[in-house]
């Protein structure tokens, strides 16, 4: 092997830029786009030292003497993709490159202008870059043909096998170079710490595809006869279980799991929900028993809700008030026999009022500020019952703060605030109004108040309010639907941001496993997996004990 000789660059090269060796770029590229990524962030130089028979690299040392402009098709606004390491070493080196991508038109990468379309530089163009386009390289090579004057060069890189457009390139004149690197190449790097005769390398060996006379294949024999020449094979993470836990990027644990308990009044009372298989309220006794399942199963806290009586139900929410209610005697009943469990408590009127809302109403109108102060009475009556979280979900403007204010100017201070920060008017709550008894109850609806399934900036607002406000930690409501509205949470904030895997949403699996149409189970852990890669922190879902016992068995 020998090192690669210097030459000279066009002439139309910017003045003032050294001149650049003549790399051998094509192979650089086969090293694959992870090779790129390491090298350039380590800041090393590269230099390819191939096989002296190799007429591409001739072909190319030529090209590169004479070009006056690469076009990258590809250019992406990432800068860790492959495409943009590729223009940002030839740059780095005197070329004239420009890049080309009809959604980054008028923007620049590593300096350099892209694009909308070939035809834009079509006067410049002397060699067009088909980056990793297999799918689309046709159409690439098509639009370079219609350009006037015609592109000299088209490099078609990494594994491209138009041959057909390959074929319609070279009818016009065109030199088109297709990139399959048969032979043994080495990458040798110099930069920092490497010189140029170093011994740090990498190699990789490519077989062409073996092939047999006769007919075309059939399954039987394709896996025996072809094997494709790929830098980079995915599935060998996947090959065994012990590989795919050894790279699984999200785990779910019990930990991340919240159970919420709808409660009833009586004794030793277990009524199922008809809409939600297997859901049932529990009297405060059976809630006790609850709480040390929960426990004991590793599950960090309960959420409560009551279904009142609705003799006790008005318009003032007077029930909400009372220390004596279901939520208050659950708490205290359940701290004192599991003190080590979390208890959270729904703060909002909708369990208390005749009408349904989470509210005062008045005429047709829910008032936000005078409910607000009764959503401060309200969070210290579960204060003083022993509430750990205050979960305020009413909606109202400016609660938190309220909320907040009234907890610590009463001494409680260490009581959290869990704020549903971005709660949707959405028709996935329809289950959870059947098991606290609002469903007949509720005149109108909450789009007043509740947020528009159609907005995702306004859900940001309300967060930044909230946080400011003194919330610990927000929430976003419904789960599965709002995952984008999760992950832009948690992305902009960065404060402890948990979902809401609704009533509809477990409905919906229930059913579907009911009917044999799904595996109940693998749906159940999908989706709760599905919220830790958005971003969430915790997850209040109604499988939290089921999904924490098929993670006790793993």
């Not at 409680?412 to 098991?435: C, H, N, T």
Request: aromatic share 6%; charged share 25%; proline share 6%.
């Amino acid at each position: 092997m020998r090192e690669s000789a210097a030459v000279p660059c066009a002439k139309a090269r910017p003045r003032g830029q050294p001149a650049l060796p003549a790399y051998h770029v094509r192979c650089f590229y086969a090293q694959g786009p992870g090779a790129v990524k390491a090298l350039s962030r380590a800041g090393r130089g590269y230099e390819i030292v191939t096989h002296d028979d190799d007429p591409a690299d001739a072909l190319l040392r030529e090209i590169l003497q004479r070009t006056r402009t690469i076009a990258i098709v590809g250019a992406s606004e990432k800068p860790e993709r492959p495409s943009n390491e590729v223009m940002g070493f030839l740059l780095g080196r005197g070329y004239h490159v420009v890049g080309v991508n009809p959604g980054l038109a008028g923007k620049t990468i590593h300096g350099a202008p892209v694009f909308a379309s070939l035809a834009d530089i079509a006067s410049q163009i002397d060699m067009v870059d088909i980056f990793r386009a297999s799918a689309q390289a046709g159409k690439v090579v098509d639009a370079a043909l219609d350009l006037a004057p015609l592109p000299r060069v088209i490099w078609m890189q990494l594994g491209v096998r138009d041959e057909a457009a390959a074929a319609r390139a070279r009818a016009k004149g065109v030199t088109v170079v297709m990139n399959r690197c048969p032979k043994l190449e080495t990458l040798r790097l110099f930069g920092p710490n490497h010189s140029p005769g170093g011994t740090s390398s990498m190699t990789r060996r490519t077989t062409p595809a073996r092939t047999k006379p006769g007919p075309a294949l059939g399954p039987s024999v394709a896996a025996e006869t072809v094997k494709l020449d790929l830098p980079r094979r995915f599935r060998r993470n996947r090959k065994a279980d012990w590989s795919r836990r050894l790279v699984r990027e999200h785990r779910l644990s019990t930990e991340d799991l919240i159970w919420p308990i709808f409660l009833c009044d009586g004794n030793r009372r277990r009524e199922p929900v008809a809409s939600m298989p297997e859901v049932e309220r529990l009297s405060v006794d059976q809630a006790v028993l609850a709480a040390r399942e929960a426990a004991e199963l590793g599950l960090p806290a309960l959420a409560l809700f009551p279904n009142t009586d609705p003799r006790l139900r008005d318009e003032a929410a007077s029930e909400a008030l009372n220390p004596e209610n279901l939520v208050c005697r659950a708490t205290r009943a359940i701290k004192q026999e599991v003190p080590g469990i979390g208890i959270i408590t729904d703060v909002a009127l909708d369990p208390y009022t005749s009408h349904g809302h989470d509210g005062i109403l008045r005429g047709e109108e829910i008032v936000n500020d005078e409910t607000v102060l009764v959503l401060v009475a309200q969070a210290l009556n579960q204060a003083r019952a022993g509430a750990d979280i205050i979960a305020p979900s009413d909606m109202m403007d400016g609660r938190v703060g309220a909320i907040r204010a009234g907890l610590d100017e009463a001494g409680f201070q260490e009581v959290q605030i869990l704020a549903y920060a971005a709660k949707y008017a959405s028709a996935f709550y329809g289950p959870f109004r059947d098991a606290v008894g609002t469903s007949t109850t509720l005149t109108g609806d909450k789009r007043t108040y509740q947020m528009d399934p159609g907005n995702s900036d306004e859900a940001l607002r309300e967060v930044a309010q909230d946080v400011e406000e003194g919330a610990d930690m927000v929430m976003v409501k419904p789960g599965l639907p709002y995952l984008d509205i999760i992950f832009r949470v948690k992305d902009t904030f960065g404060v402890p941001t948990f979902a809401y895997q609704v009533s509809g949403e477990y409905a919906m699996i229930m059913a579907a496993a009911g009917h044999g149409w799904i595996d109940g189970d693998r749906a159940m852990m999908e989706s709760l997996v599905a919220f830790k890669r958005a971003g969430a922190d915790a997850v209040l879902t109604y499988f939290a004990a089921r999904a924490a016992r098929k993670l006790k068995e793993l």
